[in-house]
């Protein structure tokens, strides 16, 4: 092989042949001749220019974010998932269920888009090329119908065939093959239940409930099972919005044997808890840690009665939620005798009496001034402003009214009994664990830690704008709150693969990655007879943290001859 070398002499360039030469596994340059100077056009004509057609691109796509989420879909295997499970033989290119679920799921994960939206919002993306879809195959009667097949009903026999709960089982399989949980533990899972704002009256899973943003709203339930070790979900279900937290227990119990963990703990709220749900986990070889309502008077009495002693033996290190002492206690509850632990949070404890002293003065001082500015006509009349001042203070008072309707006074006092039952009781609550090696302070630590389900239901609101849900049919109802789960289970999987990175690279936390990630476009431009794909926004820290998680190949600059 020649080439020619420029070499300056003297302000001037002399153009010289040189030839390669490979001697062994090495190659040199050896001097063939001199061809003059650069400027002796005679002699050594200029380089003549090579002139490229190239086709300028006529736009950009949006790459970064939704192809690192692509990716993940592609390692859980969620699209051939969905499609074998629920029967659905189609070719690559095909547009099949899996593939629209999966890319439905992805906007809600980046950017919330019904379905009538979604197919201006893909066409801006790299979705297409990524999943290999046809090009006319994703209008919004493609992305609807693809929800009937994961759940239906079966048209001869009139019965739901759900899809759903295989495919939750198959994709946790997946998922804890791909990243097993340590030697030696086990799975700890946390249950919870939260409500949902629906419209419409026609969905039969649509009742009256409370809601606690709302307050009494036609509404639907969705319950989560997370695990602790990486917060990514086993299984999901929905229920009717007048359903209690202890109502879905017992849906839970024949749903959590699906999944065949052996040696498990469940841990859940305490407006969960009934003798019925502890007793059959137990039976089924659950551990069970779970908070007990303050509601039986057997609880009452175990609360009320326990001493925690402010002791450093008895303080639960704890960041977020005020000092915690606990203690275990051996007592009758829930039909035998059982170990329990009660903790006391001493500022929830110093709220409680501040608010109710303030409270009961202030009632007092009102009282104090209605009997000695006494104007009312009649004894009932009394009664009905007495009530209003009391509001919901009235177990502290004893008022009392003379025999003799006709005469229009009261007496009152404050019932000292109540003051020091209630003081007793402030800020305290119980817990019980079926692993009686654990002590108080595990029991209280691993309860509070718990949190993480409420962030996953946080996500789903907020960062996935789930509610309020505007499907009408039940079909569609779960459907679409399957897809959901899936963005969920997206971010989930992203969220564990950049925090378990021991890479010095990784700076970014999810919500920053993605950001930048968003702002990544491919671009194509036509050189010739080859096409040349590369990426723009691109910077050093996600080019860097790309590395450190293990996908240094996802956004790479291609050239390839055009077919």
Known sequence: MTYIRRMKRGGKYCLCEYR?????????????????????????????????????????????????LWRIAEELHIVET??????????????????????????????????????????????????????????????????????????ASG????????????????????????????EILAYDMTSLIIYGNTCPLANKGYNAEEGKHQQINLSLLVSKYDQHPLAHQVH???????????????????????????????????????????????KVICGVPKISREVKEIVENTNIPETPDNLVPCNKTGELYAVKVRSQMLGKMREVVIYRNVSHATRSLVKRNKAIFEISEELKHLKEELQVNSQR??????????????????????????????????????????????????????????????????????????KAFRCLKTEEELKPVRHHLETRVRAYIFVCTLAFRLLSALRWTINSSESEKVTLNMSEFLKKLGRVDRLEVELGNEVESFHVNLTKDVKDQLVGIGMKDLLLDRRCVKV
């Open 381 to 454: 009349e009394l009664h009905n402003i007495i009530v209003r001042i009391l509001g919901g203070w009235s177990s502290f008072f004893v008022i009392t009214f003379p025999e003799d309707e006709k005469v229009v006074d009261f007496q009152w006092s404050i019932k000292q009994q109540r003051l020091e039952t209630a003081r007793a009781m402030d800020g305290k609550y119980l817990l019980y664990s079926t692993d009686e090696t654990l002590t108080a302070k595990d029991v209280v630590q691993m309860y509070l830690e718990k949190d993480f389900i409420e």
């Open 240 to 286: 009717p919005g007048n359903f209690s937290s202890m109502t879905t227990m017992q849906e839970l119990m024949p749903r959590i044997s699906d999944f065949a963990i052996k040696d498990g703990t469940i841990i859940w709220d305490r407006g969960n808890t009934s003798k019925k749900t502890v007793t059959t986990l137990e039976r089924l070889g659950w």
């Open 20 to 68: 390669s030469v490979r001697e062994g596994k090495k190659v040199r340059s050896v001097f063939v001749r001199y061809l003059g100077m650069e400027s002796e056009e005679e002699k050594v004509p200029l380089p003549k220019k090579i002139l490229v057609d190239w086709k300028p691109p006529d736009r950009s796509v949006r790459t970064g974010d939704v192809t690192i």
């Open 159 to 186: 019965r739901p065939i759900d899809n759903i709960k295989p495919i939750d089982e198959m994709l946790y399989s997946i998922w804890r093959n791909n990243h097993p949980l340590p030697k030696n533990t086990n």
């Open 82 to 155: 969905i499609d074998r499970i629920c029967n659905v033989k189609g070719s690559k290119r095909g547009n099949t269920p899996g593939k629209l679920l999966t890319i439905w799921a992805i906007n809600r994960a980046l950017d919330p888009a019904s379905a009538t939206q979604l197919e201006s919002w893909i066409e801006t993306s790299d979705l297409p090329e990524l999943a290999k879809l046809s090009k006319k195959g994703y209008k919004k009667d493609a992305f609807l119908t693809s929800l009937d097949h994961v759940y239906h009903q079966d048209e």
